[in-house]
T-cell receptor, first 114, second 111 residues
């Protein structure tokens, strides 16, 4: 039973390019959460999705960032026109149900913008 | 009001000793206080969590102490082992996902 799978593990992008981060939740999980972690800091919530729906995107920057969780396939976090400040580790977590149930984290995607 | 302050930033403990990490929060609406353990290159893993209706919760060598009036909670690791060396994060929320995270404590257990 695979855990939360994120790919790629490492991603290097030049300023102005697009970054696409993928997250496959644990089997049977339909709730996905994305977090960003800067070096030496805790995680910061970005967005909560359920299949085909965005439930809470209050932590997402208003521009350049978007997320989706289609009926089929992984959840995608998309960052357009990346800037150096986007360099961070991006973690995805999934849970079987929504609030008040444990969320399990993937190993993260480390994005470096050069 | 949304901050969670964690201390110390780093901690070195001898094998067999007690590791203690402290956190303080401001928002009295928070009602869920988890601790996460993170190894280098890995995602955080839930270690233990508490809700404010109890003052202490113990799971194996790990104990959370919770002081509602002081708005503080702490993680105690008894009989610390080298395998416990990791970064520990406290968090607080009134949901399981929109957590406010502390800055982390890098724990090193010396053999």
């Amino acid at each position: 039973n695979a855990g939360v799978m994120q790919n790629p593990r490492h991603l290097v992008r030049r300023r102005g390019q697009e970054a696409r981060l993928r997250c496959s939740p644990m089997k049977g999980h339909s709730h996905v959460y994305w977090y960003r972690q800067l070096p030496e800091e805790g995680l910061k919530f970005m967005v909560y999705l359920q299949k085909e729906n965005i439930i809470d995107e209050s932590g997402m920057p208003k521009e350049r960032f978007s997320a989706e969780f289609p009926k089929e396939g992984p959840s995608i976090l998309r960052i357009q026109q990346v800037v150096r400040g986007d360099s961070a580790a991006y973690f995805c977590a999934s849970s079987a149900q929504g609030e008040n149930t444990e969320a399990f984290f993937g190993q993260g995607t480390r994005l470096t913008v050069v | 009001q949304q901050q969670v302050k964690q201390s110390p930033q780093s901690l070195i403990v001898q094998k067999g000793g007690i590791s203690i990490i402290n956190c303080a929060y401001e928002n009295t609406a928070f009602d869920y206080f988890p601790w996460y353990q993170q190894f280098p290159g890995k995602g955080p893993a839930l270690l233990i969590a508490i809700r404010p209706d109890v003052s202490e919760k113990k799971e194996g060598r790990f104990t959370i102490s919770f002081n509602k009036s002081a708005k503080q909670f702490s993680l105690h690791i008894m009989d610390s082992q080298p395998g416990d060396s990791a970064t520990y994060f406290c968090a607080a929320s009134n949901s399981n996902y929109q957590l406010i995270w502390g800055a982390g404590t890098k724990l090193i257990i010396k053999p």
